[in-house]
């Protein structure tokens, strides 16, 4: 079966006869490089945890006894930077027309350096004895 191409000027009217409101694209981006951020902090902690003991420890005491482990404090700091993150730039770009592109390249290039910095032969390497 051949599928059809759509034509965009028919696609697009189709949206307008919706009657949808126009919505500024700031709290898309926010939340995109919220995220970002979010991994890039426990990524952070990832590796700042293998290089000092006493912050491992600090880290792993966030468990709670909830037999996560040592992931725990972890993921704990990286939701913390990533719903503080949300916070803020949600209510500084609540109205303003961004350019999603853009922000969606650097939360994701955040967001890349995060889960390198949490790959075992990256953050190994600043193990502390």
Known sequence: MKSEARDPV???????????????????????LAAG???L???VFTLLAEASVPLHDWLESLDFD???????GKVILGSLGFFVAWA???????????????????????GVVG???????VFQIFTAE
């Open 41 to 43: 902090v426990t990524g």
């Open 37 to 39: 951020i979010g991994i």
């Open 66 to 72: 909830t037999g996560v482990g040592p992931l725990a």
């Open 10 to 32: 028919v696609e697009a009217s189709e949206v307008d006869a919706l009657g949808l409101e126009e919505r500024p694209d700031g709290p898309g981006a926010a939340v995109m």
């Open 88 to 110: 803020i730039f949600g209510y500084a770009w609540r109205a303003k027309e961004l350019d999603l592109r853009r922000w969606f390249w650097i939360s994701f290039a955040l």
């Open 115 to 121: 889960a390198v910095l949490m790959f075992p032969p």
